[in-house]
């Protein structure tokens, strides 16, 4: 008997679903697909034959060379907006776009394996490259140095430039959020409840409504009377932005307020994993608004709006 013939079950999920796109994507023979993940070679032609068969007793996922493609330049430009791309990142990431292409709630918090990641990026390594967790552990010890102060404001000329923003005010925004407590909670009860209000302005000076985001399940009609203009009123369970709110605040209210401003516009922002996601990088892209995020541990010195409008 073959060595590559072997009983069911002595190969992981993952094994058989690499052996699988690498034959698929015309890598790889399923003989030499077989003697690569030790996966039986009918085993895998029984599953490349079968697009909609499911593989293992589990859900999982297969990426076709478009979608990897899209996949990386997508991860390209998390880096490129100032995020740093530690495995832990890379997983949050290929766990959103999973959960986009397959349009699955049940994918909500789906991460790929160590074991995916890390032959994804042996096929990537020329394109994707890696931040080790121990440099930001280190960049978190030194805190604000001269070298981040000097690299940050080097990093924004270069943007600036590059899209013809140095001298048009109207088109530079920082957005940013400041959380207050106050002695009621929303719904009646005693205690300290958390609002946060996203503010954003631009060079110019002109500021937009207010995004006020209250710790309830529901908003009271009565929490959005006297407010400004065109304010919005949302809520979270515990009053904080989110993934999702802040998609809302910048299709809804940013990108609404600033539809008659010339493009491209620069957004200023922390570098919170509420800010960034595929679905506000792709919204991004579309409506020509370049995102930067501020370096980690920052934001009492370079965070404008920290600096002089919170502070």
């Known amino acids: 008997m073959s060595a590559i013939k072997r009983r069911r079950g002595l190969y992981s999920k993952q094994q058989l679903i690499d052996a699988v796109r690498a034959v698929k994507e015309g890598e790889?023979?399923?003989?030499?697909?077989?003697?690569?993940?030790?996966?039986?070679?009918?085993?895998?032609?029984?599953?490349?034959?079968?697009?909609?068969?499911?593989?293992?007793?589990?859900?999982?996922?297969?990426?076709?060379?478009?979608?990897?493609?899209?996949?990386?330049?997508?991860?390209?430009?998390?880096?490129?907006?100032?995020v740093p791309l530690t495995k832990i990142a890379l997983r949050m990431i290929v766990g959103q776009y999973i959960k986009l292409v397959t349009n699955d709630s049940r994918y909500k918090k789906n991460q790929p394996s160590i074991h995916w990641l890390k032959k994804f990026l042996v096929r990537r390594k020329k394109e994707i490259k890696m931040v080790k967790e121990k440099?930001?552990?280190?960049?978190?010890?030194?805190?604000?140095?001269?070298?981040?102060?000097?690299?940050?404001?080097?990093?924004?000329?270069?943007?600036?430039?590059?899209?013809?923003?140095?001298?048009?005010?109207?088109?530079?925004?920082?957005?940013?959020?400041?959380?207050?407590?106050?002695?009621?909670?929303?719904?009646?009860?005693?205690?300290?409840?958390?609002?946060?209000?996203?503010?954003?302005?631009?060079?110019?000076?002109?500021?937009?409504?207010?995004?006020?985001?209250?710790?309830?399940?529901?908003?009271?009609?009565?929490?959005?009377?006297?407010?400004?203009?065109?304010?919005?009123?949302?809520?979270?369970?515990?009053?904080?932005?989110?993934?999702?709110?802040?998609?809302?605040?910048?299709?809804?209210?940013?990108?609404?307020?600033t539809a008659n401003i010339a493009r491209p516009l620069l957004l200023l922002m922390d570098n919170l994993s509420s800010h960034v996601s595929i679905k506000a990088i792709e919204l991004a892209q579309q409506h020509q608004v370049v995102l930067m995020c501020l370096p980690p541990n920052t934001t009492h010195a370079l965070q404008p709006l920290d600096v002089t409008t919170f502070g």
């Open 28 to 82: 790889m023979t399923s003989v030499k697909a077989a003697d690569e993940y030790k996966v039986p070679a009918g085993t895998i032609r029984f599953h490349v034959n079968n697009d909609s068969l499911r593989i293992g007793g589990g859900r999982s996922f297969y990426l076709s060379s478009k979608q990897e493609d899209y996949l990386v330049e997508l991860i390209k430009s998390f880096e490129t907006i100032g």
């Open 135 to 257: 440099q930001i552990e280190k960049s978190r010890r030194d805190g604000f140095t001269e070298d981040v102060r000097s690299g940050w404001f080097s990093n924004l000329k270069e943007v600036l430039d590059k899209n013809d923003l140095l001298y048009k005010p109207l088109q530079i925004w920082n957005m940013d959020e400041s959380g207050f407590s106050d002695e009621t909670q929303n719904n009646g009860g005693t205690g300290k409840a958390f609002t946060t209000v996203v503010v954003c302005g631009n060079a110019a000076g002109i500021c937009l409504p207010p995004y006020t985001i209250y710790a309830a399940k529901n908003v009271n009609k009565l929490w959005c009377e006297k407010g400004p203009d065109r304010s919005q009123y949302k809520c979270s369970n515990k009053g904080w932005i989110n993934e999702e709110l802040f998609v809302d605040w910048f299709q809804n209210l940013f990108l609404v307020e």
